[in-house]
């Protein structure tokens, strides 16, 4: 291997016995070759990390084994900047460890970002693995039948355009393993991954369609994403744990998005957008709470978000959230009340 590789490919890993080794060995079937991988533990306690070991001769001294000093609690930001800092290649491409990729996704991904001077190549599409090992196509179907010549569009000085993709057309993913990136361009514009465990993939991706100059948009599918109920992300956890740990992720999420808004113009310049972000990370953490609060009166409810904060806008956040929760479970009874009566007629 020549001392500067091609690409650095980073695994995040936390507990994936089941999936790493399958990951590992679509790497290895790759028809480019010209890389290194690096496998960033974060304090697993099943055997990921033996496993890996066993895959260090099959890379001939292309594979990394690093170990966090301390399990980040989840969402891989840790990992992935450990990845970054020691990673070499002119590409950076993140795969998550219990996914994997086309055995020519490489090749695809490095070519198109060499042919046109990509700092980004964003691939549009990707393939979903269910738990029962069923995969289907996500993305433009379309597109990707007329083939990668005819759909495939680099966009040069747009990043208010690609923002707006972003923010109001639901246009580009934000998932890091959609981005193939030059490794130059994140340590220019000194992009790594913020310290939240929900939502810090889309801040990065914020950073990374901002200040993108020539962003290509590749509407091939090579990643296969797995649908894998043991993710870290939907780690089992008491209802009030549950709530608790998914708000303070929204409160830093928000305090990371306004503190973004101050170095991003186009943040600045549209407040929609920041609205719309944080309108994300409400969502989110709606979602995420959404079983978990069902277990509490309002009363109950705002104790927990309470617990454990002290600044005013912590407890007013947490006060508006359960009157926010409230006016929504109301608004959905009226709908349902109104569908009811409409039937009758």
Request: glycine fraction near 6%.
């Amino acid at each position: 291997m020549k001392e500067v590789p091609a690409v650095s490919i980073i695994i995040p890993m936390y507990n994936a016995e089941k999936f790493i080794a399958r990951c590992l060995d679509s790497i290895l079937a790759q028809t480019f070759q010209d890389s290194e991988v690096i496998v960033v533990d974060d304090c697993s306690t099943d055997n990921s990390f033996a496993i890996v070991k066993s895959y260090e001769y099959k890379f001939g001294g292309r594979l990394k084994l690093a170990k966090t000093k301390k399990n980040s609690g989840g969402g891989g930001y840790v990992p992935r900047n450990v990845g970054l800092k020691i990673s070499r290649g002119e590409y950076i491409f993140f795969v998550d460890a219990d996914d994997f990729i086309i055995e020519s996704a490489l090749e695809i991904l490095h070519a198109a970002a060499k042919q046109t001077d990509a700092e980004v190549v964003y691939s549009a599409q990707y393939y979903f693995c269910d738990e029962n090992r069923n995969i289907k196509f996500i993305g433009d179907n379309e597109a990707i039948q007329k083939g990668s010549a005819d759909t495939m569009i680099l966009s040069v000085d747009a990043s208010e355009e690609n923002c707006r993709k972003l923010f109001v057309d639901n246009g580009i993913y934000h998932m890091p393993w959609t981005k193939f990136v030059q490794r130059k361009f994140l340590v220019k514009n000194k992009i790594e991954f913020p310290p939240i465990i929900s939502g810090g993939d889309f801040i990065w991706t914020i950073q990374v369609v901002y200040y993108a100059k020539r962003f290509l948009r590749l509407p091939i599918a090579i990643y296969c994403y797995n649908d894998n109920s043991d993710s870290v992300t939907r780690k089992n956890r008491t209802p009030a744990e549950q709530i608790d740990k998914c708000f303070k992720a929204f409160l830093l999420g928000a305090k990371t998005l306004c503190a973004l808004s101050n170095k991003i113009e186009v943040l600045r310049k549209n407040k929609d957008y920041l609205h719309t972000a944080m309108r994300a990370f409400l969502g989110n953490y709606f979602g995420r709470t959404a079983e978990a609060r069902k277990n509490f009166s309002l009363p109950e409810l705002y104790e927990i978000l309470c617990e454990g904060k002290t600044t005013d806008l912590e407890l007013t956040s947490a006060f508006l959230f359960s009157i926010i929760d409230l006016e929504r479970n109301n608004s959905l009874k009226l709908q349902r009340r109104v569908a009811e009566l409409e039937g009758k007629e």
